[in-house]
T-cell receptor
Framework: DTAVSQTPKYLVTQMGNDKSIKCEQN?????MYWYKQDSKKFLKIMFS???????INETVPNRFSPKSPDKAHLNLHINSLELGDSAVYFC???????????FGNGTRLTVT | QKEVEQNSGPLSVPEGAIASLNCTYS??????FFWYRQYSGKSPELIMS????GDKEDGRFTAQLNKASQYVSLLIRDSQPSDSATYLC?????????????FGGGTRLMVKP
């Protein structure tokens, strides 16, 4: 009965490839997010998605795109992967925009 | 100035002592703050929420918010080795970006037996 689940847990790929990370939440939350945690452990917001409203952190390259087929899912697509994309990506959800986040277990992406 | 700032540490305290973790923020309009604990290789886990000035206690944890001075703190009483982790402060900043929850860089706490 995992609340926020991400797949895959590990993803190793080569530069230039396109990859996706899936996220699902069974908490009935209205808002979902993607965060990137780099090697220095800094957790950086990438996107939030609420009721078909997508909010994008302006520093995120347009190679990254979230896709939400329904309220319980927010997948992350990454095109033309670069070495600097290597990080741990966390999906999260919250009841509403100003409520605390519940995180998934993370996906460790390694680009070689 | 970063939106949320924390001392990266490590903060080392002996077992049984009080650990004090601090966080300052830049957006005066922020109303709610959260403390997360992250063990190495794991995801962040919510341990405290605070929405108004003053103290909020939950077991061995006390969160303190001072909006006038723009800081948030977390006190851990009777620190245990199992409290050793990175503690992340977060608040809904960046009003131009939908007030998405923004995290500080985290403070690494080490509790020595």
């Amino acid at each position: 009965d995992t609340a926020v689940s991400q797949t895959p847990k590990y993803l190793v790929t080569q530069m230039g490839n396109d990859k996706s990370i899936k996220c699902e939440q069974n908490l009935g939350h209205d808002t979902m997010y993607w965060y990137k945690q780099d090697s220095k452990k800094f957790l950086k917001i990438m996107f939030s998605y609420n009721n078909k409203e997508l909010i994008i952190n302006e520093t995120v390259p347009n190679r990254f795109s979230p896709k939400s087929p329904d309220k319980a899912h927010l997948n992350l697509h990454i095109n033309s992967l670069e070495l600097g994309d290597s990080a741990v990506y966390f999906c999260a959800s919250s009841k509403a925009r100003f409520q605390p986040l519940h995180f998934g277990n993370g996906t460790r992406l390694t680009v070689t | 100035q970063k939106e949320v700032e924390q001392n990266s540490g490590p903060l080392s305290v002996p077992e049984g002592a009080i650990a004090s973790l601090n966080c300052t923020y830049s957006d005066r309009g922020s109303q709610s703050f959260f403390w997360y604990r992250q063990y190495s290789g794991k995801s962040p886990e919510l341990i405290m929420s605070i929405y108004s000035n003053g103290d909020k206690e939950d077991g061995r944890f006390t969160a303190q918010l001072n909006k006038a001075s723009q800081y948030v703190s977390l006190l851990i009483r009777d620190s245990q080795p199992s409290d050793s982790a990175t503690y992340l402060c977060a608040g809904p900043f960046r009003p131009n970006a939908g007030n998405m929850l923004t995290f500080g860089g985290g403070t690494r706490l080490m509790v020595k037996p």
